[in-house]
């Protein structure tokens, strides 16, 4: 295969005082980090759409960027655009990538045509991953939300006949994420939501969610697969309220129909950013209901009300996320994929390479500061202290069911006004720690 970077090397580690911009200056994929490899801890994770289609357009403006890669053609493309990204990941030490099916292979205009096609380009993946074991799939999905038939929904749409094309769609995908050995299916309801209830069946709408996603575990798990399910929350854009708003939303979906045994989150931080929420509440919540399993790392800036997908650069966002990750024992089936692009006047070649340089950069600093949060203990420590009440007394009562209303009122009035348990919550002091140990320059 000709290589097409002809000016860019393999990117390495340099350390933090390199000036080469071409170099990482935090991830050493060797690095042990609390007993794995950095590239154990992070799997890192190239997107396909962004990455390979991603050219810059904007809702005002036509893209700045060709990725086109040299080829006029659909078929040639596709098959281009394989030989390109393993070039990418492989100059990056990226190991995983995720995949949108009509990224890889785009609509033909007819179903069976394109399903033909896309399964062409799955076979051209599978060689090129027979021949180079390192690079793995992280995950798949349907991308139904562009197509015009998505106009008001796939899994949710008023039409039957757009639920059908949809679940065909999907059960394809599925297959394209087994054969190419995927442990994670993710669902975004790009299209699911409504922009007005004066003309929506909201609960049929969920009720036939829920049947679409069961239809595809069964499928799925019927092939063989044993992978994860993903929902990844989003709370608006493109629909004014889309059902998966945040991660509390989907758990209370999930249960509601009985497929909370089957699904984890996929949590991005953009996403989290447009509920008003942070990207380490997101993964928290997650977290502390047994859900958690993948994240798509980017950020979003909090002064724009909409999904901007920057390569992430905040050092404490990436600290906050890796900490949540490392207490939930790390990456199992899912990784950090870059759900992000560069910026439209970022329109160079070299600034794929220099966008991901920033990311995993970034995610390292964060790996390596959660870590030495975790090893240090004072913010764990506050934090048990802080509702030590609940470990003895009354308190242990509490949790092992052993108090009731009436004992709890006998105990409160023998007590007397509350006091002596009330500690300050020291906010500042622990945002002070935080800088310590992320900053002992």
Request: charged share 25%; hydrophobic share 35%; glycine share 10%.
């Amino acid at each position: 295969m000709a290589e097409y970077f002809k000016d860019i090397p393999k990117i390495k580690y340099e350390g933090v005082n390199s000036t080469n911009p071409l170099s990482f200056k935090y991830y050493n994929p060797d690095e042990v980090v609390m007993g794995k490899t950095m590239r154990e801890q992070l799997k890192f994770a190239l997107s396909w759409w962004h990455t390979m289609g991603g050219d810059g357009t904007d809702m005002f403006g036509c893209g700045t960027t060709d990725k086109t890669w040299g080829e006029a053609a659909p078929e040639a493309r596709a098959k281009k655009k394989v030989d390109v990204a393993f070039e990418i990941m492989d100059k990056l030490s990226i190991d995983y990538f995720c995949f949108h099916d009509r990224d890889l292979s785009p609509e033909y205009g007819d179903l069976g045509t394109t399903n033909a096609k896309l399964a062409e380009v799955v076979d051209y993946i599978a060689e090129k991953m027979a021949a180079d074991p390192t690079k793995k799939l992280l995950w798949g999905t349907a991308k139904c939300f562009d197509h015009p038939r998505y106009m008001h929904g796939a899994g949710t749409s008023p039409s039957a006949d757009v639920f059908a094309y949809a679940a065909a769609q999907i059960k394809n995908a599925v297959d394209a994420t087994i054969k190419l050995g995927g442990k994670g299916y993710v669902f975004w309801g790009g299209r699911e939501g409504y922009e007005t209830l004066l003309n929506t069946n909201m609960g049929l709408e969920l009720d036939n969610m829920a049947r679409l996603m069961k239809m595809t575990v069964d499928y799925a798990r019927s092939k063989g697969y044993t992978g994860d399910f993903y929902i990844e929350p989003k709370p608006k854009e493109p629909t004014k309220h889309q059902y998966d708003f945040d991660t509390a939303t989907v758990l209370g979906f999930l249960r509601k129909y009985g497929l909370d045994k089957d699904f984890k989150m996929n949590i991005e931080a953009n996403h989290a950013t447009l509920a008003q929420h942070t990207f380490q509440h997101e993964l928290r919540v997650a977290r502390d209901n047994g859900v958690f399993g993948s994240i798509d790392a980017n950020q979003g800036d909090p002064l724009l009300g909409w999904d901007t997908d920057q390569f992430p650069t905040n050092a404490y966002d990436a600290t906050l996320c890796m900490y949540e990750v490392l207490k939930a024992g790390g990456f199992t089936n899912g990784g950090l994929n870059f759900d992000a692009k560069a910026r439209r006047g970022s329109y160079t070649m070299e600034d794929i390479f220099l966008s991901y340089i920033a990311g995993m950069d970034t995610f390292a600093l964060g790996l390596k500061a959660a870590a030495k949060i975790i090893e240090d203990g004072r913010l764990d420590k506050f934090v048990d202290d802080r509702y030590a009440s609940w470990t003895t007394g009354i308190g242990a009562d509490i949790i092992a069911g052993k108090a009731d209303m009436e004992s709890l009122e006998k105990y409160a009035v023998e007590k007397g006004e509350v006091t002596d348990s009330l500690s300050s919550g020291r906010q500042e002091y622990l945002e002070s720690v935080l800088n310590q140990i992320m900053f002992n320059l």
